[in-house]
């Protein structure tokens, strides 16, 4: 599925955040136990291409665009942290009253996931976090320098556009990453008012968000789905969470980075349905 299908297949509302009213787009298929997806910083909800419409056969599955990001909001003027996306997260599951969820969150996605388990926990049942920032493990040093002023303003949103594909070009695993996932996740950050927003999403990179959480306060049954040869998140901060929270298990991918999803689809699908099927 292209990056242009994939919007078209979205449903839009609005949420309130921190008194902002908020438009939210978001991916809304199939029937049955809600599964909540979140990705993470610089993808979209496109990131769950693969996954999403699979589970869907089985599952109602939400995906959500963040605030900030593809296509829901990206004016300026609201916080993107991840503690912002939390309170998203919360009123969208209120709005569709999904009640209690299951949530698969990537990179900052897994760290909103991290605090609404941690801050909710009769309200999801299974967590799943993949390659998802925790601790102090955040931010790389290439999103700190996105979200800087000075970055930006000497910037086209052809150069970002640019550095974004050499971004994931470098970062998908093989010699032949699909390109259709790359210009899927380029192609919304084609504006100056969507340049703006991905640095305000980079400068609310705040590792507070996740060093004030006590894992241990997780009672979700947990999934760490990880692909095991990044470097951005190693895994080693996956055994970390498995040893903190009281019902987890690590499964590392090999053969995939980040972005796991994308780099070992088939897989990555098989083990996310196994476990929710348990």
């Not at 594909?165 to 380029?186: I, N, Q």
């Not at 968000?209 to 760490?224: C, G, K, Q, R, S």
Request: with cysteine; aromatic share 8%; net charge negative.
């Amino acid at each position: 599925m292209d990056y242009e299908r994939w919007s078209e297949r979205q449903e839009s509302t609005t949420i309130g955040v921190d008194e902002h009213d908020l438009e939210v787009a978001y991916y809304d298929e199939g029937s049955g136990e809600p599964v909540v997806f979140c990705h993470g910083i610089p993808t979209a909800s496109f990131l769950w291409r693969h996954a999403a419409p699979e589970l869907a056969d089985d599952y109602r599955v939400i995906a959500p665009d963040m605030v900030g990001y593809g296509n829901s909001a990206t004016h300026d003027g609201f916080d993107r942290s991840i503690r912002a996306q939390e309170e998203l997260i919360a009123g969208l599951v209120d709005r569709l009253d999904l009640g209690t969820v299951s949530f698969v969150g990537h990179d900052l996605g897994g760290g909103v996931g991290l605090r609404y388990a941690a801050h909710r926990p009769d309200e999801v049942s299974k967590l799943v976090l993949s390659n998802a920032v925790c601790y102090d493990s955040w931010p790389i040093e290439q999103i700190v320098d996105l979200g800087l002023p000075a970055t930006i303003e000497g910037m086209s949103v052809d150069d970002l556009q640019k550095t974004l594909r050499g971004l994931y070009r470098e970062t998908l695993y093989g010699d032949d990453p699909d390109e259709a996932f790359v210009e899927g996740m380029v192609s919304q950050w084609d504006s100056e008012e969507a340049m703006v927003s991905l640095s305000r999403n980079a400068i609310g990179t705040n590792t507070s968000h996740t060093t004030e959480i006590d894992p241990a306060d997780v009672t979700a049954e947990t999934l760490l789905l990880w692909g095991a040869e990044d470097e951005f998140q190693p895994i080693e901060y996956a055994e970390r969470l498995a040893d903190d929270v009281d019902d987890a298990e690590v499964v590392g991918l090999n053969d995939a980075y980040h972005w796991v999803p994308e780099d070992r689809p088939d897989a990555y699908t098989e083990h996310l349905a196994e476990f929710l099927a348990s």
